[in-house]
Structure formats: C-alpha cells, structure tokens
C-alpha cells in the first residue's frame, strides 16, 4: 500500500489519499477541503478513488466530504455514529471556525470496532478510539504497520478534549490501550503536522509516555 498527504483547509489538516499497488484502487482519508488540490493528486499518481474514510467528524476533517463524493461517486465510510451530531451539526460547525458553509452528508456505513474497510485488496482494521470525539475511529494496515489516527496522538502532543462530548481520561486510555498495543514500530499520520512512531511517542510524548505512569 502507499500513500500520499495532502495538506488541505487553513489549518493544514493532513488529508491522506491511500491506495492499493496491485489493484491502482484508492480511498481518501478525511477530506477536510481544498477538493480540487484533493482531486489533483489523485490525478496526479494515476490511481482510481473508490471511497472516501474519516476518522471523526470535525470540520477540519470532513468539510470536503461531501462535495468529493458528488464529484466523484464514491460510498463514505465512518467516523463511528457517535459521531453523528458533529456531521448534523456541520452549519455550527462553519459559523464556529469561520467557514465558509458545505454540504451536509449521511456516511454509507458507519464503522465500528472490529470492522474492516477494503481498498483495493488491502484490509485496514478499524479501532473505535473516543475521547478527542466519541466516535473517533483509527484506520491499521497490519502488513505496512501504518496507522491514519486523525487527532487522536501527535507528535509530541494528543487531541484537544474541550470540545462538546470531548474526554481527556478516555483519549489516554484510547491511546495507550488501543494504540500503543499495535507496536513500537507502527508509524502514523496524525491529523495535524508531521509523522512519528508509537514508539516514538511512547519514550517521548508528555501527555503519555510510559514514564508518566
């Protein structure tokens, strides 16, 4: 499987077009905006787009979502329903972050822990991961030990909390009992900057290395 990020919306949310070498198939990876740049890369590495993922249900990561779908025809799969009232709520949304307002849209199949989504012939499993949002989900390709984790961890950081149904308590367990346990040598793409390893943020990451106990 490879892979490519696309900074996308002002706040440079990590969008992340994936796609399966043996079949050319692709998903998108949280649409945030900027879905002409989303829709030049896929022209770009020649690759035919079959879905569309999200992770949550913040604007930053779906304000796309919509308007790529309608261009292209793909099915939407996640974030968790837990995250439904952000999707409901995207007008708010916009109004909050000062953007400009998108369209609405119902995922094709909301996911859940333990399921798999398919690209191409490549599985990624699916880990419900709340506490940045409660229906927060975390996309894990075994073979290529890659992680798409959205806000969920950062490099040297972890999701903010303060939002509506935030829980900080929940996000460290999130982490370091859904995560951590993939192994030191997963590396992810977080929703926001660069990327790292679990093991990485394991020695290193203030919120929750293992020396803070």
């Not at 198939?25 to 900027?34: F, N």
């Not at 779906?62 to 996640?78: D, H, P, Q, R, S």
């Not at 909390?161 to 992810?188: C, N």
Request: aromatic fraction near 8%; glycine fraction near 12%.
């Amino acid at each position: 499987m490879k892979y490519r990020i696309i900074p996308v919306t002002p706040f440079q949310q990590n969008c992340t077009l994936l796609w399966c070498e043996e079949t050319n198939k692709a998903a998108v990876v949280d649409p945030g905006g900027d879905v002409d740049r989303i829709l030049a890369a896929i022209e770009q590495e020649g690759v035919e787009l079959e879905k569309i993922l999200l992770t949550h249900a913040h604007l930053d990561h779906i304000g796309g979502t919509a308007e790529l779908a309608a261009k292209t025809g793909v099915e939407v799969e996640g974030p968790h329903i837990e995250d439904k009232f952000w999707i409901d709520g995207l007008d708010e949304q916009c109004t909050m972050f000062g953007f400009p307002k998108v369209e609405g849209f119902t995922p094709n199949r909301w996911l859940e822990e333990g399921n798999d989504v398919q690209v191409g012939n490549q599985s990624l499993s699916v880990l419900h991961t709340p506490g940045h949002t409660p229906g927060h989900v975390v996309f894990f390709h075994p073979g290529e030990l890659l992680a798409m984790v959205g806000d969920v961890l950062f490099q040297g950081s972890i999701g903010r909390t303060d939002f509506p149904k935030g829980d900080h308590p929940t996000l460290i367990s999130s982490i370091r009992e859904k995560l951590f346990p993939l192994g030191d040598d997963v590396e992810f793409i977080p929703g926001h900057g660069p990327m790292s390893s679990f093991g990485n943020e394991r020695r290193s990451n203030p919120f929750v290395a293992d020396h803070r106990g």
